[in-house]
């Protein structure tokens, strides 16, 4: 294999126990499955959760919001399961068992917000599979076996068709990277991945109310970015943006977007933050001057121009490594304006 080649899988070095998989499997076998996202297949493709935004029952993967990733019920059914991820000592994002039956297909899509630069990355720990199901990631053929924990480059185009007479059963792992995640690669991995920019997970910082309050004001978010601040709504209703205002709730910074709290922000430098729901690739900065916030600035790293196209599974147009975008203020605003009650 090629260095390209060779980068769009990586088998890491732990195994896992297929007898013990399946005995948690089985513990789960009257859990309702949920179809997945996308419409690059018919609904045959399901999930149920193990680790999500909130712990809720559900199969979306990462997205701004309220709450923090946690264990769900179903975790705390699989002993082995939750061992498992205990022992990836990286944070996770959604961890998901994915089901695909015989007939099922996956059609070619990608997964935009996967890779080092946006600072996610997927893994995956077979547990039934088949040499009759033929899973692609960027036009080659995978042969991963059951137990085995595997990287995939999914921001590569990729498919799954399942032509054998079984359930191809799948946990998949979103974990955001830091030095314990970097050292299951080989070091040519990590070294080429460097080169293009890693965005590793960062400690929160403490703050105080009184401080918070500081970063209190309103700004515009035009509708090309409106994607990665909004989940679960047609596309066509965000075309025409939106107004995020930052306010204090429960001690914490929320961005309300059209008066409605979508996300919190998580202080990691004195002007940056990151969104409660999403890597560190993408960060809100707040430039400050005589006091006031003159700028708001959005950073995003390795993420497609075409926000739209990609929610959809679709590449369309450039990649852009690294961007800056300010974000107009909304002049003529007070800090309370618009904020619910109890929110400052």
């Known amino acids: ?177 830091n030095d314990y995640l970097l050292s299951l690669f080989p070091e040519d991995f990590v070294a080429r991945r460097r080169a293009e920019g890693v965005s590793v997970t960062r400690e929160t910082m403490p703050a105080s109310e009184a401080d918070l309050r500081r970063f209190i004001c309103d700004f515009k978010i035009p509708g090309e970015y409106m994607p990665m601040f909004v989940i679960g709504k047609p596309l066509s209703t965000l075309v025409k943006g939106a107004v995020g205002s930052v306010r204090l709730m429960d001690g914490e910074l929320t961005v309300m977007v059209n008066n409605e709290p979508s996300f919190r922000l998580e202080r990691v430098s004195d002007d940056t933050f990151s969104i409660s729901g999403l890597p560190p690739g993408i960060t809100l900065q707040f430039k400050e001057e005589d006091h006031v916030i003159r700028e708001v600035a959005l950073n995003m790293k390795g993420l497609p121009k075409d926000l739209y196209s990609a929610r959809l599974g679709m590449f369309q147009g450039p990649s852009i490594d690294e961007r800056r975008v300010s974000l107009p203020l909304v002049e003529g605003t007070t800090p309370a304006a618009g904020a619910a009650p109890g929110v400052l």
């Open 1 to 177: 294999m090629n260095a390209i080649s060779a980068d769009a899988a990586v088998k890491l070095p732990q195994t896992y126990d297929v007898d013990l998989l399946l005995r948690d499997l089985q513990t789960l076998r009257d859990v309702p499955t949920a179809p997945q996202p996308g419409p690059y297949h018919k609904g045959e493709w399901t999930g149920i959760a193990l680790h999500s935004l909130g712990g809720k029952d559900s199969v979306f993967p990462s997205s701004p919001g309220m709450d923090r990733y946690q264990e769900t019920e179903n975790l705390r059914q699989t002993p082995y399961f939750k061992k498992i991820l205990e022992d990836l000592k990286c944070p996770k994002e959604v961890v998901r068992i994915l089901f695909l039956p015989p007939g099922g297909h996956i059609k070619d899509h990608f997964d935009f917000h996967t890779n080092f630069q946006f600072g996610i990355v997927r893994l995956h720990i077979p547990i039934l599979t088949d040499p009759g199901v033929a899973f692609i990631i960027d036009g080659q053929r995978m042969n991963w076996k059951a137990g085995e924990l595997w990287y995939g480059d999914f921001s590569r185009v990729h498919s799954v068709k399942n032509d054998s007479q079984i359930v191809r059963v799948h946990i998949v792992i979103d974990v955001l990277i």
